[in-house]
């Protein structure tokens, strides 16, 4: 089995990587904009490929909106579900008559650990969770849509000064998202220019993934 040093593991010298194709993926959920990050390890190319922010497809009034950052926000529009620039957008619009926390849900994350319930939200919008959930599910399709390759392995981030109650919600969003062998990582906190070009973000990929990296349990795969 091939082995290659981490810089970011001080706890292991070397990591023992499989002969067969591995990929991870790293979803930062924010308050203001999420992203989803991905390491992928290709024994047929001898070494990992550089972490990089997934470019996701956001659908919009005005046709696709592709980024790396994903607002979070989500939207009950005209019968539909609209996560991320398409929902953003359609709140500059008060006289849509979208109503907060009814059938307009951002910042979110604020109310994540907290019991607080969105009376006016139909069914399956009606906490920060399920909202998140909502959120999650759209990045971890994008994710999944990008690339054939099965993942192996989701970690969802959050902030190092989460309590327990907050740390408990963000894994009901994931398990209502439908993510599977998903972990909590500490997310450190990083400024990221919305006008960079994607090739630029591949230090935000890294510090996404960063959790990753640093967990003995989590880089060995047999």
């Not at 992203?35 to 550089?50: F, N």
């Not at 996560?83 to 008060?94: H, Q, Y």
């Not at 969770?129 to 994008?142: P, T």
């Not at 006008?195 to 640093?214: T, V």
Request: net charge positive; with cysteine; charged share 20%.
């Amino acid at each position: 089995m091939t082995t290659l040093p981490v810089i970011f593991a001080p706890l292991a010298q070397e990591v023992r990587l499989p002969q067969r194709p591995v990929r991870v993926i790293g979803i930062d959920l924010g308050t203001t904009n999420s992203t989803v990050a991905e390491l992928v390890w290709r024994p047929e190319e001898g070494t990992p490929a550089p972490a990089r922010c997934l470019e996701v497809p956001q659908p919009t009034q005005e046709g696709t909106y592709t980024h790396v950052l994903v607002p979070s926000v989500v939207a009950l529009y005209q019968g539909k579900m609209i996560v991320g620039e398409g929902a953003k957008r359609l709140r500059a619009f008060p006289e849509l008559g979208l109503s907060q926390n009814k059938t307009l849900f951002s910042e979110c994350k604020n109310d994540i650990g907290v019991s607080r319930t969105y009376h006016k939200a139909p069914p399956g919008f009606q906490s920060a969770a399920e909202v998140s959930g909502v959120i999650l599910k759209f990045l971890a399709q994008a994710a999944q849509d990008d690339d054939p390759l099965p993942l192996d392995r989701t970690v969802v981030t959050v902030p190092a000064s989460f309590q327990a109650a907050q740390r408990q919600d963000t894994l009901r969003a994931a398990e209502l998202a439908g993510v599977q062998a998903m972990s909590l990582g500490g997310m450190l906190s990083v400024k990221l220019d919305p006008g960079q070009n994607p090739p630029r973000h591949s230090q935000r990929a890294m510090d996404i993934l960063r959790p990753i990296l640093k967990s003995r349990s989590v880089a060995r795969f047999r």
